[in-house]
């Protein structure tokens, strides 16, 4: 046989092999994405449930299926209080195992799918078309392989938007991403630049610009070896710059201001260590500038570790299989409790090392370092509930003078150098002796430095013991702070338009009797300034039947 007649044999049973495995891939694609959509809507009510009928869903509008590709219609629906705003996305998706369009670049390895989705333009998404102009907001090209891999390239298009005194621009956003189907993998993302800015108006009295310049984020993650719902890795955020200046217009009392951030970053880094998961965030602010006056860079640390890897698998777990309605059923809730206390019964740690502010004249820095006790261990005193608990701070006297300095020269631009230099030093002398009122501090030759540690079940302040009814009292002082603050419109006496009335049912303003009124000149609601000492000799009070 001629080898002209073999190779076209060959050639031939190739395309035929092609066109087989093409046409088998878009049939079982068709069979299997209405599961997928399934398994997304399941997702997305796990990590954003329906509140008051309000919810987002995905919807196939159609599939239409050729030979050698597809073409895909879906459109993400956000029902908003019967106003439904509806995201339409074009998909055109060419059949594996070697598609067209990566055979034409002579990329031959084999991969399911390849294709790439746009927006359209609908009413809902007009005006994000407009500040696009007329480009497509939003679009990706994607590959996926026989593993499940997704290799992607998405942009979100340059944005310029105004309105009345109102302007947003933004740059080419880009993400690139190599992962999994759970979005476990490689993610890079790069913007230039961000804006917003409001001219003074009627309805502002100010002009204010915000700009962030140079987003990067690159993150590396893999699944954790042995635990399906969790991911290991690094990732990096850095920010080039934040800036906003503020101007008063005609009608503000304001002053004009002006500060810059330079030099963000947060590294982050999550690792598996004989079973535990460890977390660690590093987060460096640089260069901070107040109306060009340099005010010093900040650290700040963060670490979680020694969280049980199995029960946090778990949780994650159950997260996945919340009911739509977002409630827990009681055997979930049951088994939710029963995995906290066994990441409680591992003695996780809570570390913040340091929290650190520095500039010219050197470093003040906090640090915190916790463990956790197992549930069980814990008793009535509030101490049993920390296997350690360590509290440490240090305020330089050089860093306090620099920046107190800084302060100074700011707010006092007209002062002559000889009243700057005392008002430097009577602001200082105040701050040191703030510091060391009731031995908060301690006064040493470089700093002001204070601790609070726990030893042997005992609570000390720079060595000294703290009785428990003052940590009782420090406990309910923030318990009733936290609960003031969350108490909710709902909760507050005298609504806007309804007030109690005597027989305990609620009136109108306008059905109230105006007589009695705190707003009256006359009628005074100051508390008086008792000490114990106007107390004494009063009788006891009655106590109560």
């Known amino acids: 046989m001629k080898k002209s007649v073999v190779a076209i044999s060959v050639v031939a049973a190739l395309a035929v092999v092609w066109a087989g495995g093409t046409w088998y891939t878009g049939k079982n694609l068709e069979q299997q994405y209405a599961e997928k959509i399934a398994d997304l809507n399941k997702t997305l009510t796990q990590y954003l449930p329906p509140v008051d009928g309000n919810g987002l869903k995905v919807e196939n509008v159609s599939y239409q299926r050729g030979f050698f590709s597809s073409k895909i219609v879906d459109k993400l629906v956000l029902q908003d209080h019967d106003q439904p705003i509806e995201l339409v996305f074009e998909s055109a998706v060419q059949h594996g195992p070697l598609p067209l369009a990566r055979l034409r670049k002579l990329e031959l390895k084999p991969v399911l799918l390849a294709g790439n989705a746009k927006l359209v333009n609908n009413s809902s998404v007009a005006t994000w078309f407009k500040a696009a102009k007329e480009q497509t907001p939003f679009s990706t090209d994607f590959t996926l392989d026989y593993n499940e891999k997704v290799v992607a390239s998405s942009r979100f298009a340059a944005l310029q938007w105004a309105e009345d005194n109102l ?6 956003l880009v993400i690139d991403s190599d992962t999994d189907l759970n979005a476990i993998g490689n993610i890079k993302l790069n913007l230039d630049q961000l804006s ?3 001219q003074a108006s009627e309805t502002a009295q100010n ?6 310049n140079g987003i990067k984020m690159d993150s590396r993650q893999q699944q954790a070896k042995g635990f399906e719902n969790l991911a290991v890795g690094s990732s990096r955020l850095t920010v080039n710059d934040i ?10 009392d304001d002053s004009p201001l002006k500060w810059q951030l330079s030099d963000t970053s947060i590294d982050s880094e999550v690792q598996l260590n004989d079973g535990f998961i460890d977390i660690l965030s590093k987060n460096q602010l640089g260069k901070l500038l107040i109306d060009e006056n340099h005010f010093g860079q900040f650290q700040f ?4 570790n020694h969280l049980d890897g199995k029960s946090l698998n778990d949780l994650v777990e159950l997260l996945k299989n919340m009911p739509a309605d977002g409630e827990f059923t009681p055997e979930q809730d049951e088994q939710g409790k029963q995995l906290l206390q066994t990441l409680m019964a591992n003695h996780p740690q809570l570390q913040f090392l340091p929290l650190a502010w520095r500039n010219d004249g050197g470093t003040s820095q906090l640090n915190l370092d916790i463990g956790f006790n197992n549930i069980d261990q814990v008793g009535e005193n509030i101490l049993s509930l920390f296997s350690k608990f360590e509290l440490s701070g240090a305020v330089n006297k050089q860093m306090l003078r620099s920046l107190i300095t800084t302060v100074v020269e700011m707010n006092n631009p007209d002062m002559t150098d000889q009243g700057q230099a005392q008002t430097i030093d009577d602001s200082y002398q105040a701050a040191s002796a703030d510091l060391l009122v009731d031995g908060t501090f301690i006064d040493t030759p470089e700093a002001f430095i204070a601790n609070l540690i726990l030893e042997n079940g005992v609570l000390k302040h720079n060595g000294e013991v703290v009785p428990e009814e003052k940590i009782n009292e420090f406990v309910m002082s923030m318990v009733m702070a936290a609960a003031f603050y969350n108490m909710s419109d709902d909760d507050q006496y005298n609504q806007d338009d309804e007030q109690w009335g005597e027989d305990g049912e609620i009136y109108p303003d306008d059905q109230l009797d105006d007589s009695f009124s705190p707003a009256d000149e006359d009628y005074d609601l100051a508390i008086p300034d008792l000490s114990p000492s106007d107390l004494e000799g009063l009788p006891e009070a009655a106590p109560q039947q």
Not at 207 to 212: C, E, G, H, K, V
Not at 243 to 252: A, R, V
Not at 301 to 304: E, N, R, S, T, V
């Open 207 to 212: 002009s204010t610009a915000l700009q962030i």
């Open 167 to 172: 302007e947003f621009k933004m740059s080419d």
């Open 301 to 304: 640390d963060l670490g979680i």
């Open 196 to 198: 917003f800015s409001e």
């Open 243 to 252: 800036s906003f200046d503020l101007q008063p217009g005609e009608q503000s």
